[in-house]
Protein backbone atom coordinates (compact mmCIF):
# COMPACT_ATOMS: atom_id res chain seq x y z
CA UNK A 1 0.00 0.00 0.00
CA UNK A 2 1.45 3.59 -1.23
CA UNK A 3 1.73 5.86 1.60
CA UNK A 4 -0.10 9.01 1.82
CA UNK A 5 2.54 12.26 1.23
CA UNK A 6 2.80 14.16 4.67
CA UNK A 7 1.91 17.59 4.36
CA UNK A 8 4.17 20.26 5.37
CA UNK A 9 4.28 23.89 6.47
CA UNK A 10 5.52 26.16 3.90
CA UNK A 11 7.40 27.93 7.13
CA UNK A 12 8.86 24.99 7.32
CA UNK A 13 12.61 24.67 6.30
CA UNK A 14 13.68 20.83 6.64
CA UNK A 15 17.66 19.97 7.25
CA UNK A 16 19.11 16.16 7.43
CA UNK A 17 21.90 15.43 9.30
CA UNK A 18 23.19 12.62 8.39
CA UNK A 19 26.12 10.35 10.78
CA UNK A 20 28.92 8.54 10.54
CA UNK A 21 29.05 4.69 10.75
CA UNK A 22 31.13 3.43 8.49
CA UNK A 23 29.60 0.24 7.07
CA UNK A 24 26.24 0.93 8.96
CA UNK A 25 26.17 3.87 6.77
CA UNK A 26 24.06 1.94 3.89
CA UNK A 27 20.95 2.55 6.58
CA UNK A 28 20.72 6.14 5.68
CA UNK A 29 19.25 4.84 1.96
CA UNK A 30 17.10 3.26 3.90
CA UNK A 31 16.14 6.48 5.73
CA UNK A 32 15.60 8.14 2.59
CA UNK A 33 13.82 5.60 0.79
CA UNK A 34 10.80 6.13 3.68
CA UNK A 35 11.21 9.79 3.20
CA UNK A 36 11.04 10.17 -0.23
CA UNK A 37 7.82 7.18 0.08
CA UNK A 38 6.52 9.42 2.44
CA UNK A 39 6.49 12.69 0.30
CA UNK A 40 9.49 14.77 2.88
CA UNK A 41 11.65 16.46 0.47
CA UNK A 42 15.02 18.26 2.67
CA UNK A 43 15.56 21.89 1.81
CA UNK A 44 19.24 21.12 3.79
CA UNK A 45 21.51 18.25 4.06
CA UNK A 46 24.95 17.58 6.64
CA UNK A 47 26.71 14.78 6.91
CA UNK A 48 29.67 13.36 8.42
CA UNK A 49 31.81 10.08 7.03
CA UNK A 50 29.35 7.44 5.57
CA UNK A 51 26.72 10.04 6.47
CA UNK A 52 28.83 12.36 3.54
CA UNK A 53 29.04 9.77 1.51
CA UNK A 54 25.02 9.37 1.22
CA UNK A 55 24.32 12.86 1.61
CA UNK A 56 26.27 13.56 -1.13
CA UNK A 57 24.22 11.07 -3.63
CA UNK A 58 21.46 12.75 -2.72
CA UNK A 59 22.12 16.15 -2.71
CA UNK A 60 23.72 15.56 -6.55
CA UNK A 61 19.71 14.29 -7.31
CA UNK A 62 20.09 10.61 -7.39
CA UNK A 63 17.00 8.81 -5.64
CA UNK A 64 16.94 5.51 -2.97
CA UNK A 65 16.90 3.36 -5.55
CA UNK A 66 20.09 4.17 -7.68
CA UNK A 67 21.75 4.17 -4.51
CA UNK A 68 20.49 0.73 -3.81
CA UNK A 69 22.02 -0.39 -7.18
CA UNK A 70 25.12 0.96 -5.94
CA UNK A 71 24.97 -0.30 -2.53
CA UNK A 72 24.25 -3.77 -3.41
CA UNK A 73 27.67 -3.77 -6.28
CA UNK A 74 29.67 -1.83 -3.73
CA UNK A 75 32.64 -3.75 -2.32
CA UNK A 76 34.69 -2.87 0.62
CA UNK A 77 37.96 -2.97 -1.50
CA UNK A 78 35.98 0.23 -3.50
CA UNK A 79 36.54 1.82 -0.70
CA UNK A 80 39.98 1.05 0.93
CA UNK A 81 43.20 0.02 -1.02
CA UNK A 82 44.52 -1.52 1.50
CA UNK A 83 43.29 -3.78 4.71
CA UNK A 84 46.38 -3.69 6.54
CA UNK A 85 46.13 -1.74 10.07
CA UNK A 86 49.54 -0.56 9.31
CA UNK A 87 49.37 0.74 6.12
CA UNK A 88 46.96 3.37 5.87
CA UNK A 89 44.55 3.68 2.15
CA UNK A 90 44.85 6.52 0.21
CA UNK A 91 41.97 8.17 0.59
CA UNK A 92 41.96 8.98 -3.26
CA UNK A 93 40.46 5.76 -3.36
CA UNK A 94 36.83 7.38 -1.93
CA UNK A 95 37.61 10.09 -3.91
CA UNK A 96 37.67 8.07 -7.50
CA UNK A 97 34.49 6.64 -6.48
CA UNK A 98 32.14 9.60 -5.47
CA UNK A 99 33.49 10.93 -9.29
CA UNK A 100 32.93 7.60 -10.65
CA UNK A 101 29.08 7.35 -9.04
CA UNK A 102 28.42 10.91 -10.19
CA UNK A 103 30.08 10.32 -13.68
CA UNK A 104 32.06 13.37 -13.48
CA UNK A 105 34.09 15.97 -10.72
CA UNK A 106 30.96 17.37 -9.49
CA UNK A 107 31.01 21.19 -7.69
CA UNK A 108 28.92 21.77 -4.64
CA UNK A 109 27.37 24.41 -6.63
CA UNK A 110 26.49 22.16 -9.45
CA UNK A 111 24.42 20.25 -6.51
CA UNK A 112 20.32 19.95 -6.41
CA UNK A 113 20.45 20.40 -2.66
CA UNK A 114 22.64 22.74 -0.49
CA UNK A 115 25.09 20.44 1.21
CA UNK A 116 28.02 21.19 3.93
CA UNK A 117 30.11 18.23 4.48
CA UNK A 118 32.22 17.66 7.99
CA UNK A 119 35.99 17.37 8.56
CA UNK A 120 38.80 17.52 11.13
CA UNK A 121 41.76 19.07 10.49
CA UNK A 122 44.50 17.66 12.24
CA UNK A 123 46.78 20.52 12.04
CA UNK A 124 44.57 22.79 14.48
CA UNK A 125 41.98 20.29 15.77
CA UNK A 126 39.42 22.48 14.40
CA UNK A 127 35.63 21.03 12.93
CA UNK A 128 35.61 22.35 8.96
CA UNK A 129 33.10 22.95 7.12
CA UNK A 130 33.26 21.56 3.13
CA UNK A 131 30.65 23.32 1.14
CA UNK A 132 32.57 24.70 -1.76
CA UNK A 133 35.22 22.94 -4.64
CA UNK A 134 35.11 19.59 -5.31
CA UNK A 135 31.91 17.20 -4.03
CA UNK A 136 33.93 14.09 -4.30
CA UNK A 137 37.17 15.54 -2.73
CA UNK A 138 35.49 16.82 0.17
CA UNK A 139 33.88 13.12 0.90
CA UNK A 140 36.75 11.28 0.93
CA UNK A 141 37.87 14.47 3.72
CA UNK A 142 35.28 13.35 5.99
CA UNK A 143 35.80 10.04 5.76
CA UNK A 144 39.67 9.50 6.25
CA UNK A 145 39.45 7.49 9.26
CA UNK A 146 42.67 8.08 11.25
CA UNK A 147 45.02 4.86 10.79
CA UNK A 148 42.95 3.67 7.82
CA UNK A 149 43.23 6.56 5.64
CA UNK A 150 45.99 8.85 5.22
CA UNK A 151 44.86 12.48 5.76
CA UNK A 152 43.69 14.61 2.86
CA UNK A 153 45.91 17.65 1.92
CA UNK A 154 43.57 20.46 1.28
CA UNK A 155 44.03 24.17 1.24
CA UNK A 156 47.28 24.16 3.39
CA UNK A 157 44.92 21.99 5.89
CA UNK A 158 45.01 17.95 6.85
CA UNK A 159 41.82 16.67 6.80
CA UNK A 160 40.40 13.44 8.02
CA UNK A 161 37.06 11.93 9.38
CA UNK A 162 34.65 14.29 10.60
CA UNK A 163 33.08 12.48 13.59
CA UNK A 164 35.87 13.39 15.73
CA UNK A 165 34.66 16.44 16.15
CA UNK A 166 31.18 16.35 15.06
CA UNK A 167 29.37 13.03 14.15
CA UNK A 168 26.09 14.11 14.03
CA UNK A 169 26.11 17.74 12.62
CA UNK A 170 22.60 19.08 12.94
CA UNK A 171 24.11 22.20 14.52
CA UNK A 172 25.32 22.20 11.06
CA UNK A 173 22.28 21.58 8.79
CA UNK A 174 20.46 24.71 11.29
CA UNK A 175 23.77 27.09 10.48
CA UNK A 176 22.76 26.50 6.99
CA UNK A 177 18.97 27.57 7.10
CA UNK A 178 16.65 24.79 8.47
CA UNK A 179 14.44 25.71 11.37
CA UNK A 180 13.25 21.31 11.57
CA UNK A 181 15.86 19.38 11.69
CA UNK A 182 15.34 15.26 11.12
CA UNK A 183 18.60 13.49 12.32
CA UNK A 184 20.03 10.37 11.32
CA UNK A 185 22.18 8.57 14.17
CA UNK A 186 23.72 5.00 13.61
CA UNK A 187 25.45 4.74 16.70
CA UNK A 188 23.43 2.95 18.88
CA UNK A 189 25.62 1.53 21.05
CA UNK A 190 28.04 4.29 21.06
CA UNK A 191 29.28 5.24 25.10
CA UNK A 192 28.54 1.56 26.07
CA UNK A 193 31.60 0.30 26.81
CA UNK A 194 33.03 -3.32 26.00
CA UNK A 195 33.92 -6.73 28.21
CA UNK A 196 36.34 -7.40 25.52
CA UNK A 197 40.04 -7.16 26.76
CA UNK A 198 41.57 -6.89 23.13
CA UNK A 199 43.62 -3.88 21.86
CA UNK A 200 41.22 -2.97 19.25
CA UNK A 201 38.11 -3.23 20.97
CA UNK A 202 39.80 -0.94 23.99
CA UNK A 203 40.46 1.53 21.08
CA UNK A 204 36.97 1.66 19.81
CA UNK A 205 35.04 1.68 22.97
CA UNK A 206 37.25 4.49 24.31
CA UNK A 207 36.84 6.60 20.84
CA UNK A 208 32.81 5.80 21.85
CA UNK A 209 33.20 7.10 25.25
CA UNK A 210 34.64 10.50 24.25
CA UNK A 211 32.47 11.38 21.45
CA UNK A 212 29.22 10.56 23.40
CA UNK A 213 28.97 13.52 25.23
CA UNK A 214 29.99 15.53 22.36
CA UNK A 215 26.98 14.03 20.51
CA UNK A 216 24.52 13.87 23.35
CA UNK A 217 24.34 18.04 22.58
CA UNK A 218 23.58 17.40 18.89
CA UNK A 219 20.37 14.65 19.73
CA UNK A 220 19.45 18.38 21.94
CA UNK A 221 19.08 20.22 18.47
CA UNK A 222 17.16 17.82 16.34
CA UNK A 223 13.54 18.03 16.01
CA UNK A 224 13.25 14.04 15.33
CA UNK A 225 15.98 11.62 16.35
CA UNK A 226 15.65 8.49 13.75
CA UNK A 227 17.73 6.21 15.35
CA UNK A 228 18.20 2.21 14.05
CA UNK A 229 19.55 -0.34 16.50
CA UNK A 230 22.33 -1.04 14.31
CA UNK A 231 24.56 -3.42 17.15
CA UNK A 232 24.12 -6.50 15.32
CA UNK A 233 26.34 -5.18 12.56
CA UNK A 234 30.22 -4.18 12.03
CA UNK A 235 30.74 -0.81 11.09
CA UNK A 236 34.11 -2.49 8.68
CA UNK A 237 31.91 -5.03 6.58
CA UNK A 238 28.65 -4.60 4.81
CA UNK A 239 27.51 -8.19 5.34
CA UNK A 240 23.59 -8.08 5.52
CA UNK A 241 23.20 -5.10 3.30
CA UNK A 242 19.63 -5.56 2.75
CA UNK A 243 19.37 -6.11 6.46
CA UNK A 244 20.72 -2.24 7.24
CA UNK A 245 19.01 -0.74 5.10
CA UNK A 246 15.85 -1.98 5.73
CA UNK A 247 16.09 -0.94 9.20
CA UNK A 248 17.06 2.72 8.31
CA UNK A 249 13.82 2.56 6.21
CA UNK A 250 11.23 0.90 9.04
CA UNK A 251 12.85 3.29 11.54
CA UNK A 252 11.81 6.63 9.70
CA UNK A 253 8.30 4.67 9.06
CA UNK A 254 7.92 4.20 13.15
CA UNK A 255 8.14 7.67 13.31
CA UNK A 256 5.06 8.59 11.08
CA UNK A 257 3.41 9.98 13.68
CA UNK A 258 5.91 12.30 15.17
CA UNK A 259 6.95 13.49 11.48
CA UNK A 260 3.21 14.11 11.31
CA UNK A 261 3.01 16.20 14.61
CA UNK A 262 6.50 18.08 13.18
CA UNK A 263 5.81 19.55 9.96
CA UNK A 264 2.24 20.80 10.76
CA UNK A 265 3.80 22.72 13.75
CA UNK A 266 6.01 25.96 14.35
CA UNK A 267 9.45 25.76 14.11
CA UNK A 268 11.01 25.82 17.48
CA UNK A 269 12.98 29.05 18.52
CA UNK A 270 14.63 27.74 20.93
CA UNK A 271 16.59 24.84 18.65
CA UNK A 272 17.13 27.83 16.59
CA UNK A 273 18.94 29.96 18.88
CA UNK A 274 20.52 27.04 20.44
CA UNK A 275 22.52 26.35 17.41
CA UNK A 276 23.09 30.16 16.60
CA UNK A 277 25.07 30.07 19.76
CA UNK A 278 27.06 27.22 18.93
CA UNK A 279 27.65 28.87 15.74
CA UNK A 280 29.13 31.89 17.54
CA UNK A 281 31.82 30.41 19.95
Known amino acids: MKEKPIKISKKLKLGLALSGGGGLGVAHIGAIKAFEELGVSFDYVA ?10 LYASGMSSEQMLEIAENLKVSDIRSSMFILKPSSAETIEKLMNKLFGKELVFSELKKPLTIVSTDMKTGREIHLNSGSVAKAVSA ?44 LNFSRGFGTEKLG ?18 SKLALADIVI ?10 NL ?12 SVMASKSELLEIFSSKPDKQKVKYAKKIQNK
Not at 47 to 56: I, R
Open 199 to 216: MLDILKSSVGIMMESSVE
Open 47 to 56: GTSAGSMVGA
Open 239 to 250: KRLEERIDLGYQ
Open 142 to 185: SCAVPGIFKPVIYNDMHLVDGGLKNNLPTDVVRQMGANVVIAVE
Open 227 to 236: QPDMRAFAKT
